[in-house]
């Protein structure tokens, strides 16, 4: 909010000019069919063109990706997985799990699903949490584009208040310059010292300056609106002129404690503010969820291959040959014995090839089931990220009552700057009345003689001085009466 203060009371920001093409196609769309740029028109293109208000956009983008994807985090996790290579000498079969030294290609495949079923209410409390945020993402947006606003006000008025006085200054000059050839006539007829006319030339010096200082204050406030629109510098720059009321034809201000009522109802700074606040508490309930345990439930099934792999289909029974004879006694003293014949049989094993993907069907394993994390010591992370939440709630509760109290003071100073620029008007405007009577007086008076040109180079300045006094004046008032509007929510334009 201090920031934003500094914005209404400071003219402008430089920004970055973009490309010279586009941005004169840009120039060109901006500003009306005339190519004069009225106020609206400025602060319509400096709200969608601006670099600061273009970026809080995209942080306001971020947000919401960042509360999608906290509503999806509560959705099932599903998950692939897969290795292919080459074994070589020793290694454990992955097939039947035996140690086997050979040369043999494996692979292996897997899938595995998770579904969270409680987690101390962490990822409810984070998607409330991110909604918050994105609400706050919002209100800043609309904030930066009012600041732009105010900014885009601030020039356009600072290059309405250096025409107005480059148009006193020229009146001045040109009155100056009539009564250089009055006094030079006067002069060449005898009637007038040369000093006269020396004087009267030094002031149309001076008033020449104070003509090229006004256009100089003209240009850098052109330059500054520009910069403000993102758009390169040109001379063809131009701005419409309004019809700017008399700060007498409307004396009616609103009481500063009544604008900042309304505007803490309504100000996106603010509102903003209250939203980062309630994320905070939010987050302070993420943390704590950290001491809860977190339940599961999870899938899983898997296969595997081994390219020596055999599928095993039977056993058979092979006789050799003729019978074997084989000596059995009967006794233990092994003196009664007889020869007996038994058939010569061998039983083999039966296998065939077994392919990848048959292996991968025979050696599925397939597993369900919930499972339970109970957080017991962990460093006290847990702690340290509830501590660091409750930090973080406390620096944004400050960050809010920091933004109102600086609201508060803004418009409090708006308003008595508003007073006081429309009393320094009246007053103004009655110094131009008197002192311009007083300068017509002085003109006859220096043309019969009656006085020298000192006295009338004095005279005259005091009426050049009321003149700049009141346009000051009336600009400064309609200025803080735009920044009340501003608060207010109203209309900025004239």
């Known amino acids: 909010m201090k920031k934003m203060s500094n914005k209404v009371l400071l003219l402008a920001l430089g920004l970055t000019v973009g490309g010279f093409g586009s941005a004169m ?110 609400e706050a993402s919002e209100q800043e947006y609309l904030s930066a584009q009012n600041d732009i606003t105010i900014q885009i006000v601030t020039a356009y008025l600072n290059i309405l208040f250096a025409n107005e006085q480059m148009s006193v200054s020229d009146l001045q000059r040109n009155l100056t310059n009539q009564q250089l050839s009055r006094t030079r006539v006067l002069f060449k007829a005898g009637s007038l010292a040369e000093n006269s006319v020396l004087d009267l030339e030094s002031q149309l010096a001076t008033d020449e300056l104070n003509y090229i200082t006004a256009q100089n204050q003209r240009d850098i406030s052109r330059l500054r609106l520009m910069q403000l629109l993102n758009i390169p510098t040109t001379e063809d720059f131009q701005v419409e002129i309004p019809n700017i009321p008399e700060p007498d034809e409307n004396p009616v201000i609103v009481n ?28 302070v309930e993420v943390a704590q969820g950290g001491y809860y345990p977190r339940l599961s439930l999870f899938a899983a099934a898997s296969s595997r291959y081994l390219s020596t792999s055999r599928f095993f289909t039977g056993v058979e029974t092979v006789e050799l040959g003729p019978l074997r004879p084989q000596v059995v006694y009967y006794d233990q003293q092994r003196t009664r014995s007889e020869t007996l014949y038994f058939p010569n049989i061998v039983t083999q094993r039966l296998d065939e090839d077994y392919p990848l993907f048959r292996q991968f069907e025979g050696n599925l394993a397939t597993r369900v089931g919930v499972s339970l994390d109970i957080p017991i010591l962990n460093g006290f992370q847990v702690r340290t990220n509830v501590q660091r939440a409750k930090l973080q709630q406390q620096n944004a509760q400050l960050n809010a009552d920091i933004a109102k109290n600086n609201l508060r003071q803004t418009i409090e100073q708006a308003y008595v700057d508003a007073l006081a620029a429309q009393r320094r008007y009246a007053a103004a ?27 009338f180079n004095v005279i005259a300045n005091t009426y050049r001085s009321a003149q700049s006094s009141l346009v000051q004046a009336k600009y400064e008032y309609t200025f803080k009466l735009k920044v009340l509007d501003f608060y207010q929510g109203k209309d900025l334009s004239f």
Do not use: C, H, M
């Open 256 to 283: 500063g404690s009544q604008v900042y009522d309304v505007a803490l109802q309504t100000l996106p700074a603010i509102k903003a503010a209250d939203l980062r606040l309630r994320s905070t508490e939010k987050g």
């Open 25 to 134: 196609g840009q120039q060109q769309q901006g500003a009306g069919g005339d190519g004069i740029w009225s106020l609206q028109e400025a602060v319509e293109y400096a709200k969608a063109n601006n670099l600061n208000v273009r970026q809080n956009a995209l942080n306001r983008d971020l947000s919401k990706a960042d509360l999608v994807q906290s509503k999806n985090n509560r959705l099932p996790s599903l998950n692939a997985n897969g290795s292919y290579g080459f074994n070589t000498g020793s290694f454990q079969d992955p097939v039947n799990f035996t140690l086997t030294t050979d040369n043999a290609w494996s692979a292996n495949a897997g899938i595995n699903a998770s579904l969270p079923l409680f987690a101390g209410f962490q990822q409810v409390n984070q998607v409330k949490q991110n909604e918050l945020n994105l």
């Open 429 to 455: 405007r009655q110094q131009v009345n008197a002192s311009e009577k007083n300068f017509r007086n002085a003109e006859l008076r220096l043309q019969g003689g009656v006085i020298n040109t000192v006295d």
